[in-house]
């Protein structure tokens, strides 16, 4: 009977098909917000037959006769895609109301990592950034897409940070020496792997999670905050999309003349004036034939009457007009050209929702010779399977990278390890020959080199790097698949896993033709009456490699329920989950490694050799193995659950056990419990509530803990092992990390967040006000501790931190119509400060030398950066600098720093800007669009650079600030700047370089970026849908400062490098 | 519920099921291969052999004792106030409150008590396994001991060492713990008593000059025995260390011309030393070939064949250049030059003239030109106490004893010396037994465990 009727069915089929004519579905599709007709829409139906909508809107699809439902898809750029079961036969004029999809982010849901929340319901604090805004910006880095669009979110320009390296803040820091950066979460799971390795294009959207509620759902981790990326996956009943995109950016190369530096006249006049006080005396007879500078071979030859004073006067004016930055610049420096390619395809067929993408970067970088290349490919496809009930996610991904860096850059110019190479070095002669500076030894000594056995000793950095290759090639790839079963109605459960591997591979070689190799060779060339005659070391390439793993391995269940029962609706989730995180790591060195047979040779490393240079001093071969291993291990159990009444109120709680493989504690120390509450009331959606000029107002507030964790501590006694190549004996030794600690806890962040949603009638103005306090418990930080008991400071849970603030952000439609025009503008405030750590530094110098300049010191009352200074009392009569001693201007610096007291010190405020925020406005006309983002950073000291006559009389120059010092009487009516003192005496450096006089407010205002771009709807005239060309540019400068020294806060003594970006982005 | 919803939540469970059993190894495992908590054998031999902690000697000294000399010109190469503080015998010597030579040997107690500590926890069956490396800690324990007590402590005399302040006694690793200073005496015998149990335990093999053996035990006890002026223990602790292994270099085989004549002592180098350590570094340390000089009084004291004349000093006899180390950092350990000598002196003190001599002979004929060397006997030496505490101050330069021997010397109203140097033109006076011959303890140690001072 069955078969039949199928028989039936299909006959049927064929026939009506071809035989009759197909019903007409007419409709018309209109904006939600102003019910206007839409034009240019693509509607469907499962039959995948598209039509175009007409300028009404209007469209006609046809239908199967006899069809009784059919689901009806429509998609628009700009417009969030609409689908929707229509049964047939036909309404009459069916009207498709298309809701705009707005980067106002009340109407999206928000994806913490675990599941999505209706941001409407949401009681916690989300900032989500869509693709819209992601791609707005151009870069390589995920991250750096942040910048400046996320309230209470700050890049900080703390020192010390490698180049690339982001230092990253969320409301503050609540932690002292712990981990200070955010939880990376990539497609559900913590990302352990190099950000780098991500694919801005790949990813969909970024969810900024900053409160206990948002983020106790990651717990332990969760105290710095959590960024959430989402990539892209294809959607639901699309029909095949291919997207692609290239662009191009110019980065400016850095400019070196802005490093603050004295001019070369400058510095071979102090070279001068050390010459006669005998200062290069002690060199110039040193046994281990240490290096002097050019200028001062001249004056050597001058006094030994070799070269007559008219000669010495020309060289050195010569010299005098040869600028090392300018040379570096322009023969070993260059623009940046960064390049970017993408594509993706994605689309739906049947059960299988895919996507496909892949993603190129090729980046040549401002040190000529240096470069990056990222290929990264990505798939993901979910199945549905048992009539939808069960659903089956997989993705793959994969990024291969190759940081190449023979150029070892601007600042590994030197003389040698403790000398700077003197600022008239000549890189290239006119002839464009590269030239050899000094380095290491005296020219006479290396000059000679070659014709006594050795290997040429002459070190010429134009080409040098031509000569070194040094390729760092990242793998890095992940497994991810989810199994989602629909148990009952409502209640689903979830199984996912990830497997990542993340492999690093560098090496590291060193030809026989570079300095670093033939130095090597020849310090340890044994020499025979003035000859070097043995090479220990062969002669051949030096290799050092670098190879390091990182597997990680990540397993959740989570079970999910969802009811609603008449005006209530519980959303509830539990699951259980573990992380296994093993890293290895392993370096070897090869010398005389030959490169086309791949082979090397065993040297002696125990036997010390006398150094070529000087017979007494002796020397192992530098030895460069060591194996290093890591293992990370989280077992977490967690709870969250929400319960709406009405859409007008919901309360939500969340709970959260973590434990790690902390070291040495007992196993019920090892987790801490953390927990959130959170509230919601929709005020706008009571009944009584009839204020009709601000229809939207709700009002959030949460309550709960995050946890941060420092694994290296542990409570037992600790030691780590060093490896054996540093020591006379070549025994490996153990080093005691830290003391037993049986009260060693989790640092833990208690959050309260109180949040404010309005919207004013016709939505043109909506925003939120949020006010939070986060105070660090336990707080991990070192205490001084008596010598006598072995050690000297003791890290413990022993510091708490307050960090108060505000974030506000402010959405306004301004015009509607020909143009449209809105803007974007956040402010956030932050007030940090230290409580409850009583030990504070030592002496006044110990914290100002350890503060705002070197890094964080706390302090108690005082933010963690702030900014500290002796008071000034600017120059005496001869130009010495004065400080404060008894309240009277003194020159007693000894007394002056021994009576200063940490009270004492004049406190300026914040070393980190309070306020910080921007203004984003976007305008667009027909096509056109553009947009400007104006930020801001306001509250702040920093402390401007000045000479230190510490590195001006050691020969080693100093800040250009030198040409403004006190030279006559008088002098110091007009500058602050001390005179060159006849020796130099640390504490009048301190006095000055730390005095209140330097200190200025960092305040100013940035055009961080312009964007505009030039939109065009492709089909049907066009083989594509949509085109897009951009141009774009940022770091543009600075548009207002609060100094006066015409000092960019942000980048002392360095340049804000611009870029310019061109682009296209097809979508088929 | 559906047949297939039970198999899927039971394949969950066992998932999850299976994990949660093996959960408490999960959670053991160490965060880096490089971390331990020090339980194993080789943990703790590894902390003993951390040179930078375990080897290392005080160094401040050797500017107060009278072997050395800084022209006026040249105090500038002092990079720290508190050299200068020490050279010119300031009673406040330090410009921090903290001191390098108490922090360093307080360190060492503390990692030999880590050890020690490890070991206590094991079975009893099982610390027969542990014997050498107890041994070992018990003696770098003694020796921080000894070492902090010739600075910070009175000079030893039997007469009051019951009542002179001594050093905290730190048996154990717990950091808050704050015994008080006891007596003098009671520091003493701690360190006696340590060093007696380790002798047993220690190898009689020289192995890596840098990890304590039984010859350097018994040396360090010998030592100890003189400052306490127990010369019967003294001589028959350096007897029995000598019966063992009794080298001398002859320093004839010597280059006089080297700017480091000694072969280097680490790993298993310098066949005179039986264990090593390194003068903490300080700036003179690092100008001995130039600013920094021998006092040309100690220089006078060697005769032409004296081979110690060359090669301990440079041809202008103002730079020493005699260290056991061939390094930078100055020798501050145990060699056999100075067993014999506490074997001559304490042999003379009980009236053996004829093996003192002998003794004395010995190391002589190794330190002459050959063929040169007179040996002394009881009919050409009037005073042969004078003899061995002579040759002791020409044998043991800038080795770090000067100042025990003064301390101790002083207390002796033969021997005992007033010195005075000259600094900036200044005459300095230092009477012997002078209270600056004990270094207040640093105020970073008063300011946090509220230590009495000195």
């Known amino acids: 009977m069955r078969t039949k009727l199928l028989i039936l069915l299909a006959l049927n089929t064929l026939i009506f098909n071809t035989a009759y004519a197909q019903d007409l579905l007419k409709g018309q599709v209109i904006s939600a917000m102003d019910n206007k007709p839409l034009s240019g829409v693509t509607v469907w139906t499962d039959f995948r037959k598209k039509v175009t909508t007409n300028q009404d809107g209007i469209f006609i699809l046809p239908v199967n006769n006899g069809t009784k439902a059919i689901t009806l898809f429509a998609s628009c750029t700009g417009y969030i895609g609409y689908h929707q079961e229509i049964k047939l036969p036909n309404i009459e004029n069916l009207l498709i109301r298309m809701a705009m999809q707005v980067t106002d982010l009340q109407e999206v849901t928000v994806n913490t990592g675990y599941n999505k929340v209706a941001k409407e319901r949401a009681t916690g604090s989300f900032v989500q950034v869509d693709h819209k805004l992601l791609e707005r910006s151009v870069s390589t880095n995920i991250l750096d897409r942040l910048k400046d669009v996320v309230p209470g979110l700050i890049f900080n320009k703390t020192k010390g940070l490698a180049a690339g390296e982001t230092s990253i803040g969320i409301r503050g820091q609540s932690t002292l020496l712990a981990n200070s950066q955010p939880l990376i979460v990539l497609d559900n799971f913590p990302y352990d792997g190099d950000v780098a390795n991500i694919n801005p294009n790949d990813m969909e959207s970024i969810t900024v999670l900053k409160d206990a509620a948002a983020a106790s759902i990651w717990g332990a981790r969760a105290a710095n905050g959590v960024i959430v990326l989402t990539s892209k996956r294809g959607k639901k009943g699309q029909s095949l999309v291919i997207n692609t995109s290239v662009n191009y950016t110019l980065l400016e190369q850095p400019d070196l003349t802005k490093n603050q530096a004295m001019t070369s006249g400058e510095f071979i006049e102090i070279e001068r004036l050390l010459f006669t006080k005998g200062f290069y005396s002690a060199t110039e007879s040193s046994v281990v034939k240490a290096p002097l500078s050019p200028a001062v071979e001249l004056f050597i030859a001058n006094r030994d009457g070799t070269l007559s004073n008219t000669d010495l006067n020309n060289k050195l004016a010569q010299l005098s007009n040869i600028d090392l930055r300018r040379q570096y610049m322009k023969y070993l420096g260059q623009d940046a050209l960064l390049r970017q390619h993408a594509l993706s395809i994605s689309g739906s067929t049947g059960a299988s929702t895919y996507l496909f993408s892949a993603g190129f970067d090729a980046n040549r970088l401002s040190d000529q010779g240096n470069s990056y290349q990222r290929l990264t490919l990505n798939f993901n496809d979910r199945i549905s399977m048992l009539k939808d009930r069960l659903s089956l996610d997989l993705k793959l991904m994969l990024t291969r990278s190759v940081n190449s860096k023979p150029n070892d850059g601007y600042t590994s110019l030197r003389m040698s390890s403790t000398q700077i190479l003197y600022p008239y070095a000549q890189l290239v002669d006119d002839d464009g020959n590269s030239l050899s500076v000094v380095k290491d030894f005296r020219q006479s000594f290396t000059d000679a080199a070659a014709g006594n056995g050795y290997l040429d000793w002459t070190y010429k950095p134009a080409e040098d790097y031509q000569f070194h290759q040094n390729n760092a090639e990242a793998l890095d790839y992940r497994f991810n698949t989810v199994l989602t079963y629909k148990v009952v109605e409502g209640l689903t459960a979830e199984a996912s896993f990830q497997f990542g591997k993340l492999g690093n591979q560098e090496s590291d070689l060193n030809s026989l033709q570079s300095y670093f190799t033939r130095n090597l060779i020849n310090r340890f060339s044994q020499v025979t009456s003035g000859q070097a005659t043995v090479y220990p070391l062969p002669k051949g390439a030096i290799l050092d490699r670098y190879v390091s793993t990182l597997r990680t391995i990540n397993f959740r269940g989570q079970l999910n329920y969802r009811k609603e029962l008449k005006d209530f609706e519980l959303n509830a989730l539990a699951g259980y989950e573990w992380r296994d995180l093993e890293g290895s790591s392993y370096t070897n060195r090869f010398y005389g490694y030959n490169e086309l047979n791949g082979t090397n040779t065993v040297v002696d490393y125990i036997g010390s050799y006398p150094m070529s240079y000087y017979n007494p001093s002796t020397s192992t071969i530098p030895s460069n193995d060591a194996v290093t291993g890591t293992i990370d291990r989280f077992l977490s159990y967690y709870t969250n659950a929400s319960l709406a009444y009405k859409a007008k109120y919901t309360i939500s709680g969340s709970w959260r056990l973590d434990q790690s493989n902390l070291f040495g504690v007992n196993t019920n120390q090892k987790g801490v419990p953390l927990w959130s509450v959170g509230g919601l009331w929709n005020i706008g959606k009571e009944s009584f509530y009839n204020v009709g000029w601000l229809p939207t107002l709700r009002l959030r507030l949460t309550y709960g803990y995050n946890g941060n964790i420092d694994k290296n501590l542990s409570a037992l006694t600790t030691a780590r092992y060093f490896s054996t190549a540093a020591t006379l004996t070549r025994l490996p030794y153990a080093v005691v990390l830290n003391p037993p600690n049986p009260e060693l806890r989790w640092e833990r962040v208690k959050v309260i967040n109180l949040g404010i949603d309005f919207g004013f009638a016709g939505n043109r103005i909506s925003g939120s006000i949020e006010g939070y306090t986060k105070k660090g418990i336990d707080l991990i930080a070192d205490i001084p501790f008596a010598p006598s008991t072995g050690i000297t400071l003791f890290r413990g849970n022993v510091a708490n931190t307050s960090v108060k603030g505000i974030d506000f952000t402010l959405n306004t439609i301004n015009t509607r119509g020909i143009i449209n025009w809105n803007t974007n503008f956040w402010l956030s405030y932050t007030h940090e400060k230290v409580t409850g750590y009583s030990q504070n530094a030592t002496t006044a110098i110990q914290n100002l030398t350890s503060s705002a300049d070197a890094g964080a010191y706390p302090r108690q009352r005082y933010p963690l950066y702030a900014m500290f200074s002796y008071r000034y009392a600017g120059l005496n009569a001869s130009g010495e600098p004065q400080g404060y001693l008894n309240g009277v201007p003194s020159t007693n610096y000894t007394a002056i720093m021994a009576a200063t007291s940490l009270d004492d010190l004049v406190y300026s405020g914040s070393a980190k800007p309070v306020v910080f925020g921007s203004l984003m406005n976007t305008a667009k006309w027909k096509a056109w669009s553009l947009s400007a983002n104006i930020s801001y950073r306001l509250g702040y000291y920093v402390r401007k650079n000045s000479v230190n006559y510490a590195t001006v009389l050691a020969g080693q120059g100093g800040n250009s600030d030198y040409a403004l010092r006190w030279k006559q009487p008088g002098d110091e009516l007009n500058t602050i700047v001390p005179k060159i003192p006849d020796s130099y005496v640390a504490n009048r450096e301190n006095l000055y370089l730390y005095s209140d006089a330097l200190v200025f407010r960092g305040d100013h205002i940035r055009l961080q970026d312009i964007r505009l771009a030039f939109d065009l709807s492709g089909k049907p005239k066009y083989f594509f849908s949509n085109l897009q060309v951009f141009a774009y540019a940022s770091n543009l400068g600075i548009i207002w400062k609060a100094n006066k020294w015409d000092i960019d806060p942000d980048y002392q003594g360095t340049s804000a490098s611009k870029t310019f970006s061109l682009g296209v982005k097809i979508n088929l | ?454």
């Not at chain 2, 902690?53 to 009278?66: K, T």
């Not at chain 2, 730190?170 to 060093?195: C, K, Q, W």
């Open chain 2, 1 to 454: 519920m559906k047949i297939q919803n039970i198999y899927f939540l039971s394949l969950l469970f066992i998932l999850s099921g299976n994990f949660a059993g093996c959960k408490k190894e999960y959670l053991e495992a160490k965060p880096s291969l490089a971390l331990t908590v020090p339980t194993t054998a080789a943990d703790m031999q590894g902390l003993l052999d951390y040179l930078t902690v375990m080897n290392v000697a005080p160094a401040l000294p050797q500017l107060f004792v009278d072997d050395i000399y800084i022209p006026d010109a040249s105090l500038a190469s002092l990079t720290s106030q508190d050299e200068r503080n020490v050279y010119s015998w300031k009673k406040e010597i330090y410009s921090t409150s903290y001191n390098a030579e108490w922090k360093t040997g307080w360190e060492e107690i503390f990692y030999a008590n880590i050890v020690l500590d490890g070991i206590a926890a094991k079975p009893t069956n099982e610390q027969k396994d542990y014997a050498a490396i107890k041994g070992a800690a018990l003696f770098f324990r003694a020796l921080a001991y000894y070492n902090l007590a010739q600075i910070f402590t009175k000079p030893y005399n039997p007469a009051s060492a019951g009542s002179d302040k001594g050093l905290p006694i730190r048996e154990v690793a717990d950091v808050n713990a704050n015994p008080p200073r006891g007596i003098l005496s009671a520091t003493y015998a701690f360190m006696l008593n340590d060093l007696t149990t380790a002798v047993p335990l220690l190898s009689e093999k020289l192995d890596y000059k840098s990890r304590p053996n039984r010859m350097a035990a018994l040396a360090l006890l010998a030592r100890i025995s003189l400052i306490m002026q127990n010369y019967n223990a003294a001589y028959a602790y350096a007897n029995q260390s000598l019966r063992l292994y009794a080298t001398l270099i002859n320093y004839n085989t010597l280059s006089t011309t080297a700017s480091r004549p000694f072969p280097a002592v680490l790993p298993k180098g310098n066949d005179e030393v039986l264990f090593a350590t390194s003068q903490i570094t300080n700036s003179f340390m690092l100008n001995m070939s130039s600013a920094v000089n021998a006092a040309p009084e100690l220089y006078a004291k060697y005769t032409a064949n004296d081979l110690r004349k060359v090669i301990f000093f440079n041809a202008s006899g103002k730079n020493f250049k005699g260290n056991y180390n061939n390094a930078s950092q100055l020798f501050g350990g145990i060699a056999n030059d100075e067993v014999y000598l506490i074997r001559a002196e304490t042999a003379i003190r009980l009236g053996d003239i004829d093996s003192g001599l002998a003794d004395i002979n010995t190391l002589l004929l190794n330190r002459y030109k050959t063929g040169t060397f007179v040996n002394y006997t009881k009919a050409n030496t009037p005073d042969p106490l004078k003899l061995v505490i002579d040759e002791r101050r020409k044998q043991l330069p800038f080795r770090g004893q000067r100042m025990a021997d003064l301390r101790r010397l002083n207390q002796d109203p033969v021997f005992k010396i007033d010195l005075t140097r000259t600094v900036n033109g200044v005459v300095l006076q230092l009477p012997a037994g002078d209270e600056r011959y004990v270094f207040p303890i640093p105020q970073g140690e008063i300011q946090t465990s509220g230590m009495e001072q000195n």
